[in-house]
């Protein structure tokens, strides 16, 4: 947290904080107490015999109090399909909502409030709450599952219709309800709890909110050991949240990345593709691309890019791959530039895209790389380079009049508008036309959509 406190500081120009001496602290703590003692009957206790009472206390858990239908976690879920809605018809017009303002207190006696409204204070002590928002968390705060699954099928149903009302929703207390049901063992309340959060996540302001909420850890569990339809939700979810750019490296930090490399193997086709695209989100930070070098996914895309499994999709996480040092090095230990040229040779491609993003793979390994030159003649690529700026699209033609005067120079090359030998897609991002800067192009298809 220190470190990730200075990166911050550093990279906004905010000074770094400087922490408080023990004495300050002492001196809050006591004033803090003293204005509670109107409110909470705290009896007269000297500063020392307070702070000596602080080591006598059960260190507190903020992920909620475990009840009788199983813990209560802090993950994220995504969904896909109508399948697991129970209760029939959905409203036919948006739930008005009727806000006030609504204050947390740790007055309860009960060790699960404690929690609940630490979580809550944690996200936002100033939130506000409704009238509707009252009558989901009934519900889905209800001991009973029924009363759960009720609550849970009409959250989902809503957050589907209505981008206003997924941003009103999307709440502290709202979010610390769906702890414990998106590790639910009911499976229709897992499944519908993850698709309601895939729903919520939908919205910009709203990603952030879900991602510092705590769900992130449950959700890649979820993608681990879930049931079909919910590894398929989980991904969307972590999809939809690692398109939020300060997202990426909580993510990847979790241990997102292994589950999502497992699950391009998937059976479901639609979680295949969603992990993968979730995959080139990620790996749009360095810290994320070095971590999937070191896992071995370099051999596992090549391998499966040969297998024709999700090529398009996967292409584009190797050109990602393919911008960092460590990633250029693994893919040319693992002969990617004679199979790229050799699917490119072949035709195996079976749409525009994925050729272009083949070719924008191999113009990635090209970069300041005297090795790519002799791999590259060695796979006859220069034939097939001339074939592409001959007949194909303005894009790939771009890039491969590129590859073939890297190959022609000696030493490290650097194209025009490269700042300090720097390449634009090294320097990662997104152009403002959707295309990856120097890597794969971002397929239309590539986006969420609510369940």
Not at 319 to 325: D, E, K, L, S, W
Request: proline letters at 4%; charged letters at 25%.
């Amino acid at each position: 947290m220190k470190k990730t406190i200075l990166h911050w500081c550093e990279k906004s120009g905010a000074r770094n904080p400087q922490a408080p001496d023990y004495s300050s602290v002492e001196r809050l703590v006591s004033a803090l107490l003293e204005q509670e003692k109107p409110r909470t009957g705290i009896r007269d206790l000297s500063d020392r015999d307070l702070l000596e009472g602080v080591s006598d206390l059960p260190s507190m858990n903020f992920s909620h109090a475990a009840t009788e239908y199983g813990r209560r976690p802090e993950h994220f879920y995504t969904s896909s399909s109508e399948e697991s809605v129970i209760v029939g018809g959905s409203p036919g017009t948006p739930l008005p909502f009727t806000i006030r303002p609504v204050r947390y207190s740790f007055s309860s006696s009960s060790s699960e409030n404690v929690g609940n409204n630490a979580l809550i204070q944690a996200l936002g002590p100033n939130s506000s709450i409704g009238e509707e928002e009252n009558k989901f968390l009934a519900k889905l705060e209800s001991p009973d599952v029924f009363e759960q699954e009720e609550g849970i099928v009409s959250l989902r149903k809503v957050t589907k219709a209505d981008e206003n009302i997924r941003v009103s929703l999307c709440t502290p207390r709202i979010l610390s309800s769906l702890h414990s049901l998106v590790t639910s063992r009911y499976p229709k309340v897992q499944i519908n709890a993850v698709a309601s959060l895939v729903n919520l996540s939908l919205e910009k302001p709203n990603k952030l909110k879900i991602a510092r909420s705590g769900l992130v850890p449950h959700l890649i569990d979820a993608l681990k050991g879930g049931h079909t339809e919910t590894q398929e939700h989980a991904a969307e979810a972590l999809f939809s949240l690692a398109l939020e750019d300060d997202n990426r490296m909580a993510i990847g930090f979790l241990g997102a990345m292994p589950p999502l490399l497992y699950a391009l193997r998937s059976e479901n086709e639609r979680t295949r593709d969603v992990s993968a695209l979730c995959l080139y989100n990620l790996t749009m930070i360095q810290s994320n691309r070095v971590k999937l070098v070191k896992l071995g996914a370099v051999t596992t895309l090549l391998s499966m890019v040969k297998s024709r499994n999700s090529t398009n999709w996967l292409l584009l996480i190797l050109c990602n791959i393919a911008v960092c040092q460590e990633g250029r090095s693994a893919m040319l230990d693992a002969d990617a530039v004679g199979l790229l040229v050799g699917m490119l040779r072949e035709k195996e491609l079976d749409s525009e895209s994925a050729r272009e993003n083949c070719v924008a793979a191999l113009y990635a390994l090209s970069y300041g790389s005297m090795r790519f030159k002799g791999l590259a003649k060695e796979a006859g690529a220069m034939e097939v380079l001339r074939e592409i700026i001959e007949r194909g699209s303005e894009r790939a033609r771009e890039k491969a009049k590129k590859i073939l005067e890297r190959m022609r120079t000696r030493g490290r090359s650097v194209d025009d508008g490269d700042r300090g030998g720097e390449s634009s897609f090294e320097r990662g991002g997104l152009s403002s036309t959707g295309y990856r800067m120097g890597g794969g192009r971002i397929p239309s298809s590539a986006n969420t959509m609510p369940f």
